[in-house]
């Protein structure tokens, strides 16, 4: 009864659990490519240690630059070309940005 009762009446905490050392050591390890099974063979061998992490934090560090270049693509190409869209159809004003061009058209 005890046992049942505590769960109809216990409260979690909301959100996602609690990160331990060993799941931010599983993700590193991942994003290092170093396999999670091997790793501690690895380990014993202190110059294939060194190898494979250097090896891992090179290849995380250009995959991680390659998708900040993708957003930052992406995000200059969402960007709508201010000349194409600076002049006001009201009054005719020219505007340097959208965002200005935005501001302009609040005072019609």
């Known amino acids: 009864m005890v046992f049942y009762c505590e769960l109809t009446t216990g ?7 609690y990160k ?7 993700s590193s390890l991942t994003a290092c490519s170093i396999p ?6 690895i ?3 202190r110059c294939a240690w060194h190898l494979a992490v250097h ?15 993708h ?5 200059k190409e969402r960007r ?14 020219k505007c340097a940005s959208a965002f200005g061009l935005c501001s302009h058209l609040k005072c019609h």
Request: aromatic share 8%.
């Open 11 to 17: 409260t979690r905490k909301v959100g996602s659990p």
């Open 20 to 26: 331990r050392f060993k799941d931010s050591l599983k």
């Open 36 to 41: 999670q099974r091997e790793w501690e063979s």
């Open 43 to 45: 380990a014993s061998d």
């Open 55 to 69: 090896q891992g934090v090179d290849t995380f560090e250009e995959n991680r630059r390659d998708n900040l270049d």
């Open 71 to 75: 957003k930052w693509q992406a995000r």
């Open 80 to 93: 709508p070309d201010p000349r194409a869209t600076g002049k006001c159809p009201v009054c005719g004003r």
